[in-house]
Protein backbone atom coordinates (compact mmCIF):
# COMPACT_ATOMS: atom_id res chain seq x y z
CA UNK A 1 0.00 0.00 0.00
CA UNK A 2 1.40 3.29 -0.92
CA UNK A 3 1.36 6.72 1.42
CA UNK A 4 -1.19 7.76 -0.21
CA UNK A 5 -3.61 4.84 -0.01
CA UNK A 6 -2.71 4.72 3.98
CA UNK A 7 -3.60 8.65 3.97
CA UNK A 8 -6.91 8.08 2.15
CA UNK A 9 -7.56 4.55 4.78
CA UNK A 10 -6.59 7.12 7.79
CA UNK A 11 -8.93 9.85 6.50
CA UNK A 12 -12.18 7.30 5.60
CA UNK A 13 -11.71 6.06 9.18
CA UNK A 14 -11.37 9.36 10.30
CA UNK A 15 -15.28 9.97 8.46
CA UNK A 16 -16.62 6.66 10.41
CA UNK A 17 -15.00 7.11 13.73
CA UNK A 18 -17.33 10.51 13.66
CA UNK A 19 -19.83 8.96 12.46
CA UNK A 20 -20.22 6.17 14.77
CA UNK A 21 -19.59 8.95 17.83
CA UNK A 22 -22.80 11.08 15.65
CA UNK A 23 -24.67 7.66 15.75
CA UNK A 24 -24.05 6.56 19.17
CA UNK A 25 -24.71 10.28 20.94
CA UNK A 26 -27.81 10.19 19.05
CA UNK A 27 -28.96 6.32 20.26
CA UNK A 28 -28.19 7.83 23.58
CA UNK A 29 -29.95 11.10 23.13
CA UNK A 30 -33.54 8.94 22.14
CA UNK A 31 -32.47 5.83 24.85
CA UNK A 32 -32.92 9.41 27.50
CA UNK A 33 -36.19 10.72 25.94
CA UNK A 34 -38.12 7.16 26.04
CA UNK A 35 -36.52 6.69 29.66
CA UNK A 36 -38.18 10.25 30.84
CA UNK A 37 -41.26 9.48 28.85
CA UNK A 38 -41.33 6.63 30.90
CA UNK A 39 -40.66 7.96 34.35
CA UNK A 40 -40.70 5.29 37.02
CA UNK A 41 -42.18 2.99 35.28
CA UNK A 42 -40.05 -0.40 33.88
CA UNK A 43 -41.53 -1.47 30.80
CA UNK A 44 -44.14 -0.18 28.06
CA UNK A 45 -45.31 -0.63 24.69
CA UNK A 46 -45.60 1.34 21.78
CA UNK A 47 -47.22 -0.03 18.88
CA UNK A 48 -44.93 -3.52 17.98
CA UNK A 49 -42.34 -2.24 20.23
CA UNK A 50 -42.18 -3.46 23.92
CA UNK A 51 -39.76 -1.09 25.84
CA UNK A 52 -37.93 -2.01 28.98
CA UNK A 53 -35.48 -0.17 31.50
CA UNK A 54 -34.27 -1.16 34.47
CA UNK A 55 -32.09 0.80 36.71
CA UNK A 56 -28.94 -0.94 37.58
CA UNK A 57 -26.80 0.36 40.41
CA UNK A 58 -23.19 -0.34 40.30
CA UNK A 59 -20.54 0.82 42.55
CA UNK A 60 -16.88 2.20 41.20
CA UNK A 61 -13.90 3.33 42.39
CA UNK A 62 -13.26 6.31 42.98
CA UNK A 63 -9.47 5.95 41.90
CA UNK A 64 -8.83 10.10 42.72
CA UNK A 65 -9.79 9.95 46.13
CA UNK A 66 -8.04 6.76 46.38
CA UNK A 67 -5.04 8.16 45.35
CA UNK A 68 -5.18 11.42 47.66
CA UNK A 69 -5.99 9.00 51.11
CA UNK A 70 -3.19 6.41 50.12
CA UNK A 71 -0.89 7.19 47.27
CA UNK A 72 1.75 5.08 48.25
CA UNK A 73 -1.32 2.14 48.11
CA UNK A 74 -1.90 3.20 44.50
CA UNK A 75 1.41 3.12 43.28
CA UNK A 76 2.21 -0.27 45.01
CA UNK A 77 -0.91 -2.03 42.91
CA UNK A 78 -0.61 0.02 39.59
CA UNK A 79 0.69 -1.73 36.44
CA UNK A 80 1.39 -0.33 33.34
CA UNK A 81 0.05 -1.87 30.15
CA UNK A 82 0.99 -1.32 26.36
CA UNK A 83 -0.98 -1.95 23.77
Known amino acids: MSVRD ?3 KARELRQ ?7 AQAEA ?3 KDQIKAHMGEA ?4 AGE ?3 TWKPVTSSRL ?8 A ?3 VERFTIE ?3
Do not use: F, N
Open 6 to 8: IEA
Open 16 to 22: LQQLIEE
Open 28 to 30: ETI
Open 42 to 45: EEMR
Open 49 to 51: YKI
Open 62 to 69: DSKALKAA
Open 71 to 73: PEL
Open 81 to 83: LVY
